[in-house]
């Protein structure tokens, strides 16, 4: 995995879903299904990316994106 970092906008719950992170990528690419870190320290993977309704295998420098994320919660 290349270096990645997105600042987060905003995080919210689906139900069915999980925990979606939004923002845009600063830096990177970032594939479906590869791992993550929060704050540098949680690891999580990424099972689903999000942009404008569609749904792209990866996200890149300069995307606006939603990240569903397993295993993390709304407060993490």
């Not at 600063?26 to 999580?44: A, D, H, Q, Y």
């Amino acid at each position: 995995m290349d270096d990645f970092k997105m600042v987060v906008d905003d995080i919210f719950f689906i139900i069915g879903r999980g925990t979606v992170v939004t923002g845009t990528v600063e830096l990177g690419t970032l594939r479906k299904g590869e791992t993550v870190l929060i704050n540098g320290s949680r690891s999580c993977v990424v099972i689903a990316i999000e942009a404008f309704r569609k749904a792209p295998y990866s996200a890149k420098q300069g995307d606006n994106v939603g990240l569903v994320l397993a295993g993390v919660t709304k407060e993490e």
